[in-house]
């Protein structure tokens, strides 16, 4: 396992003239982090990501996975350890610059939607940016219609499916023409179609993504790269398949394997 813990493959993306920035566009290094409550929920984590990467968090509950993407988009503030985003340590001075290069996606979507139309959502933090009202609305029209959702544009949030849902709030935060995607459990709670729909939409996506899923069969088949967090640290750093195939080892951590894979010889 060690000696392929650095064998990193590039998923496959579109190149778009926003995105094409060389070189590591996160670095994290030796970050630590505990709760107010003494729970001890990141420790010692360390790993760097290239521009275009697609990879996938997995573990049990409780191992960490949330907390961290939290630490990267500075929800949570870093007691220890640092972290660079393209090519920026993460401080107070820097966490407004940052949060224009990251989009976030929630793991429950009613967390990002509040307003009286989709429309509204999806212009929203672009409205609080100051940013003119022509182009507000050609940036929500644009993201609406590259997650197939511009017909939802009048429709009350509260109106939605689930899996219409999860496409609006991806709506908002390309809106804001993020370079990073961190995305919290998107497939969660979806049907078989809408989680499809979602599936295709994330592998056409540009940009370089970080994904925390208890969907195994998701990694398997968007992220080349998955990182394996036990008790808050880092037990696999690698290619994708080598550990989602590694049955005896998911089952030390509490995982299983794919469903795709299950029954197989």
């Excluded at 409550?37 to 360390?46: L, N, P, Q, T, Y």
């Excluded at 500075?74 to 290069?101: A, F, V």
Aim: hydrophobic share 40%; proline share 5%.
């Amino acid at each position: 396992m060690d000696n392929k813990r650095n064998d990193l493959h590039i998923c496959s993306s579109w190149i778009v003239h926003r995105l094409s920035v060389g070189g590591h566009m996160i670095h994290v290094s030796n970050i630590c982090y505990t709760y107010p409550d003494g729970h001890k929920a990141i420790h010692d984590v360390s790993f760097s990501v290239q521009q275009g990467e697609c990879i996938g968090i997995i573990g049990a509950n409780g191992a960490g996975k949330s907390t961290l993407l939290k630490l990267l988009v500075g929800l949570y503030i870093l007691k220890k350890g640092e972290i660079i985003i393209d090519n920026m340590p993460m401080s107070k001075q820097t966490l407004r610059h940052i949060r224009r290069i990251i989009g976030f996606t929630f793991q429950q979507a009613d967390d990002q939607l509040f307003m009286p139309t989709v429309y509204d959502d999806v212009a929203f933090a672009l409205r609080n940016d100051g940013m003119n009202e022509d182009e507000v609305k050609k940036r929500v029209t644009n993201s609406l219609k590259i997650v197939g959702a511009i017909h939802l544009v009048d429709r009350p949030p509260y109106r939605l499916s689930e899996g219409e849902k999860r496409l609006v709030t991806l709506a908002t935060v390309l809106a804001m023409e993020p370079k990073i995607l961190l995305m919290d459990e998107p497939t969660a709670a979806l049907d078989p179609q809408a989680r499809r729909t979602l599936i295709h939409l994330i592998q056409g996506l540009p940009h370089t993504k970080i994904v925390t899923t208890h969907d195994l069969d998701f990694v398997l088949e968007c992220c080349e790269r998955t990182i394996v967090l036990a008790n808050g640290t880092i037990v696999y750093d690698g290619p994708t398949e080598a550990v989602l195939t590694n049955e005896p080892f998911l089952r030390e951590h509490h995982l299983e394997l794919p469903l795709m894979l299950q029954g197989r010889k």
